[in-house]
């Protein structure tokens, strides 16, 4: 029997595959079920000194994701040293990844669209794993879709459910449990699950935090995408119910996508402005491994070129707004938050390019393993890499 930690974007597929395979598999989940239109309430607490988004749910941070679903750069894969290229192919099927049709882009999508192109960018539609036949645009993608448009973890958990797979919910992992170098099962609290196969996907922050009890160096590196909003005032837009990140610039070190945060309304509320009047953009960056996971707080530090990235981006993003009509006086900018946690145990360092840590018999499945940032959106990198796993344990077994 197979023992997977979290049944979010790497522990559900690695799950669904294994099952398919019709090997025993049980999925170990510290979070409640919800469904998807109020997965908003298992946001976790901000851990001290950092805004770090992620939901403790059955499906994890999936489903407040905004359906953003890219394929990494060829250099980001042989950074890996690994090849995945057959299952990107696998994955667009079933999330069937596409653009959303042309009446899903708002009016606020399009003028900065129109804008960026104007300036000399070249943006393109965001490709999604959104039903377009279920989707009512309402920007409420990052709070948990109302409509249940998006692909979920909870799909693939589902489909793994069909082949017999066993789903214990609220109930964490608080220890492995190892014998001379081999996994023998985990612990939550005092319960004990057995198994010789022990695959970890409870995420980048737990996951090392899991590790650094049985003496592996995990948590020496941390990545989370920086980003920021920066928006301003243009009236009656409703940009904020719109399909956030509809559209995307990428660039060698980061993306820029159309999106509004009510933290740009905190600060132009107080003049008479409503939520439906603010357009903005998102400045997302690859940043540095530049941090640390420690038993009880994150520590992350902007470096200089982090810092750097964030100014050129977001004076970018100021001159697309102002471009597409928005106030120049009005524009404000979010502070700096994440929301892809990753690389804090990754390939070649804690685990090998098997997946498996120096612990016989325990993997990893979750953006722990992420060598560095892609600077894209994660999921589909982590699906294709929990898809080799589940490859590689079926094999063996
Ligand atoms: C607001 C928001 C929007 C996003 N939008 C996108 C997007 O559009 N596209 C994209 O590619 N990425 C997006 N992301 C990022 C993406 O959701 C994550 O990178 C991805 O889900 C990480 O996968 P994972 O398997 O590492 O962790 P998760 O998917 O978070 O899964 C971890 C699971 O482990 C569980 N868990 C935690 N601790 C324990 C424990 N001790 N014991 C048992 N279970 C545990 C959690 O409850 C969770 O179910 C977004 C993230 C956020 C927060």
Redesign the pocket.
Known sequence: MVLV???????STVAMEIAKAGIEVTV????PIVSTGKAHKCYQPLEPCIDL??????????L???????VPSEKFIESMGIDLSKYFSEIKRELNIKALPDSYFGKGTIKIMEASSKLGFSIQKMPKFINPHKCKPCGK??LGCPQNAKWT?LDYLKEAEKYGANIITE????DIIIEKGHILGVK?YEKIFESDTVIL????I?TPR?LQKVGLNAGEEFFMDTFVTVGGIMKDIGFNEEVQ?NALIEFEEYIIAPHYSSLLFKQLKNQGNKEADILGLMVKIKDESAGRIEPDKVVKYNTLNDVKLLCEASTKAGAILVEAGVDPKSIVSSPPRG????GTAPIGKIVDRNLETQIKGLFI????VLPQSPGI????T?IALAKRLAKHIISKT
């Open positions: 930690v979290g049944s979010g974007a790497g522990g170990i989940e510290k979070g988004l992620n939901t403790v749910c059955v499906g994890g941070s999936t407040v994701s905004a359906g953003n679903a890219i993608c990052a973890a109930t964490p992992v608080t939550s996907a409870p995420g980048a737990s899991l990140m929301a892809h946690p990753g499945s979750d953006a722990s959106p994660p999921i589909v982590i």
